[in-house]
């Protein structure tokens, strides 16, 4: 038997390498004129590219413990998994090439995958005498989100509707990776929690913040005018949450939990989650109060808080540590992981500059750095774990 992470994880990285390598060249003015905006595209990849695949070779090592049953065969994952990740490089040949037709038809094949996927997970969370586990039906119930989202952008590139692509990545990206990256938060981490216990109204306080997020986007998207109290109301709430993040991740009592490696990698994604909350509740009060190049900016610099920041860095420690587990390895947090995880830190504060720079006098716009730290980034990570991930034989470890 194989691990489900060996073939998806490996894919992700592949996909993850390949994104960073097209969004250098755009940078570099080395991309020809396709079907899609570049900004689109770059999105669209970014978000709902490499992330499903970690989040789904996650899921598969993970569940059958979640839910005390035998491991999944990840043997059977390979060939999907190799075709996601040629399906993505094919939408970018595609798209470069001006085939809408072929482009729309390789955006389908990744979210066939994942509805496959999903439904098998969902399956297993439904068969008798499986554990009941609240968090394993939400990531399941995410990740077929995050196929139906994909399969609806498919038909928007056909139908050449770009709002309506950029629609369906915010709402994957929001109510469907976003959402599953937040249940596993409570699920993995001593983070939303009270007293030692699961915290049920954080977790629905952000999970309903992530709503409320997405259906800001559609509005701005949809250029559907939004009274002024409407805008600062969305400020006001989600500044009180942002409290309430960055509060609980200060909690005394995790002051020894933070100085073990993961854990302070962990809560360093955490804060950014309560940044980028922030970053929106100011872009909020900018469209309320009459100024909307405000308002993008700040909006665009949240987004890459919640992305490069929250779910980048959750997501590097996580991979890294089911890689080093499943390889037998006792140390999951070595240099290599820590030298990473710092330079993610720093290239999405570069980004946020970037962002940010066309409001703020005084900013330079460090976005070919950024792209290029992301390059190097996914390199590292492909060279420091691909080895594992292509070995073949059953991981010794298990995740909780």
Do not use: K, N
């Not at 950029?166 to 990776?177: F, I």
């Not at 007293?195 to 954080?202: F, S, T, Y």
């Amino acid at each position: 038997m194989l691990s489900p992470h060996r073939p998806l994880f490996a894919a992700a990285a592949a996909l993850w390498l390949s994104s960073a390598l097209w969004w250098s060249a755009c940078l570099l003015g080395q991309r020809p004129a396709g079907v899609l905006p570049v900004s689109v595209l770059h999105g669209w990849l970014m978000s709902l590219g490499m992330m499903p695949l970690f989040i789904a070779g996650f899921a598969g090592t993970s569940f059958p413990r979640w839910l005390d049953q035998e491991p999944l065969d990840g043997s059977r994952l390979v060939l999907p998994a190799v075709a996601a990740w040629l399906a993505w490089l094919g939408l970018l040949l595609a798209d470069a090439a001006g085939r809408r037709g072929l482009a729309a038809g390789f955006a389908a094949v990744p979210g066939l995958f994942m509805l496959g996927m999903a439904m098998v997970l969902l399956r297993r969370c439904a068969r008798d005498g499986a554990r009941f586990s609240a968090h394993a039906w939400g990531i399941a119930a995410g990740l077929l989100w995050v196929g139906l989202c994909q399969l609806c952008a498919a038909l928007a590139v056909l139908f050449e509707q770009a709002t309506l692509l950029q629609a369906a990545q915010r709402l994957a990206l929001c109510l469907g990776v976003g959402s599953i990256f937040v249940l596993a938060l409570q699920r993995l981490t001593p983070f939303v929690h009270q007293q030692g216990r699961r915290a049920p109204g954080l977790l629905i306080g952000l999970l309903l913040s992530l709503l409320l997020r997405a259906g800001l986007d559609l509005a701005a998207l949809w250029a559907w005018p939004l009274p002024a109290p409407i805008h600062l109301l969305a400020a006001a709430t989600l500044l009180c949450l942002a409290v309430f993040v960055l509060r609980d991740a200060q909690r005394r009592e995790l002051h020894a939990a933070r100085r073990t490696p993961l854990v302070a990698q962990l809560h360093a994604g955490y804060m950014w989650l309560g940044l980028s909350l922030a970053l929106d509740a100011l872009a909020q009060g900018g469209a309320g109060l009459g100024r909307p190049d405000l308002q993008r900016a700040l909006a665009m610099a949240a987004l890459h808080a919640l992305t490069l920041g929250f779910m980048g860095t959750t997501l590097l420690a996580m991979a890294s540590r089911v890689s080093a587990v499943q390889q037998g390895r006792s140390v999951a947090v070595d240099r290599g992981l820590s030298l990473m995880q710092a330079l993610l830190q720093l290239l999405t504060a570069g980004r946020l500059a970037a962002t940010l720079a066309p409001v703020w006098p005084g900013l330079v716009d460090l976005l070919p750095a950024v792209a290029l730290a992301y390059l190097v980034l996914a390199l590292a990570w492909s060279l420091r774990y691909g080895p594992w991930l292509l070995q073949s034989g059953r991981g010794r470890g298990r995740e909780r």
